[in-house]
C-alpha cells in the first residue's frame, strides 16, 4: 500500500535516500553539557555510502512490536499521581510531509522527577502506578498520541546544582533503520528551560520555534481531565528527515 506522502507500508519498491546535512540539529560537542565533551567524535565523520541497508527498515511494526502503549496512566492498578497530559502531534520529515507507520517510543521521569532506573538514586519518591515507558505507532498521516502525567523536574550532575527542565525523552524509527531520531520535548512554561545546557544546544532559530507548543482543550476525547500538549519540538524533528532528491 503506498501512502500519500509516497512511503509504502507493507513494501519497498524504490528506496529513499535522505538527507546528509544537520542543519537545526545540536553540534556534538556543547562543551557546556559535559558529556559532550567524552562522547563527541575526535576526527571528521566518514560519510557511507546510502544502499538499501541505510534507506530501508521494517514496515510492518504494528506486527512486530506487539501492542500499543498509548496510555501511561493506566499500566497499573491504580491512577499514578501527577498532572494528567495528552502529548499529541504528527511526525513530518523536512518538506513537512507527514511520516506514516512509524514507531514514535518515549520515556519519563514520574512527576515527583524519578526514574524507575538503579541509576536514578535522586531522593524523590517512586510511584508504584507508572512506569513512564510509552510507545506508539504513527497513524497514516503521522498522527500519534499518548497520555501520561507531566515529569517533574530532577538535579542531574552536569554542574553545581544542575538541574533538568520537565522533559519526556522520545525516540523514532523513521522510514529507515539508518534515520532514528532520539530527541526531547519540554513544557514552554518551565523557566528551567533557559538555563538547561541540552535545551539550549539546539542552534537558533530552531529553539525559538518551539513557542509552537499549544494548549489544546479540544483535543482530550479521554472525557477524563488531562491538558493536551502539542509537541513543542515537532519543527526540530522535522528537518531530521529528507530525501537527498528533493521530493
Ligand atoms: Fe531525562
Known amino acids: 500500500m503506498t501512502t500519500l506522502s509516497g512511503y509504502s507500508r507493507r513494501k519497498m519498491t524504490k528506496p529513499d535516500t535522505y538527507s546528509r546535512e544537520d542543519a537545526g540539529q545540536p553540534a556534538s560537542l556543547h562543551p557546556a553539557y559535559a558529556s559532550t565533551v ?135 524509527l523513521g522510514p529507515a533503520f539508518a534515520m532514528r531520531l532520539v530527541t526531547q520535548m519540554y513544557f514552554p512554561d518551565d523557566p528551567l528551560i533557559e538555563i538547561d545546557p541540552i535545551a539550549n544546544a539546539v542552534p537558533m532559530p530552531q529553539r525559538n520555534e518551539w513557542s509552537r507548543g499549544s494548549i489544546s482543550p479540544p483535543l482530550n476525547p479521554t472525557g477524563r481531565w488531562a491538558i493536551c500538549s502539542t509537541l513543542c519540538c515537532a519543527d526540530h524533528l522535522r528537518r531530521r528527515w529528507s530525501r537527498a532528491d528533493g521530493r
Open 38 to 172: 567524552l562522547r563527541s567524535p575526535r576526527q571528521p565523520l566518514v560519510r557511507i555510502p546510502q544502499t538499501i541497508t541505510e534507506t530501508t527498515g521494517p514496515r510492518d511494526w504494528d506486527r512486530l512490536m506487539g501492542g500499543a502503549m498509548a496510555d501511561l496512566t493506566t499500566q497499573h492498578a491504580a491512577m499514578p499521581q501527577g498532572q494528567r497530559i495528552i502529548v499529541s502531534g504528527r511526525v513530518l520529515d523536512e518538506q513537512g510531509r507527514p511520516v506514516p507507520y512509524t514507531v514514535v517510543e518515549i520515556w519519563q521521569a514520574n512527576a515527583a522527577g524519578r526514574y524507575i532506573h538503579a541509576k536514578d538514586q535522586w531522593d524523590a519518591p517512586l510511584d508504584p502506578n507508572f512506569t513512564g515507558a510509552g510507545r506508539v505507532i504513527t497513524d497514516g498521516e503521522g498522527r500519534y498520541r499518548f497520555v501520561s502525567v507531566r515529569p517533574g523536574a530532577y538535579p542531574w550532575g552536569n554542574h553545581y546544582n544542575a538541574w533538568r527542565p520537565a522533559h519526556i525523552h522520545l525516540s523514532l
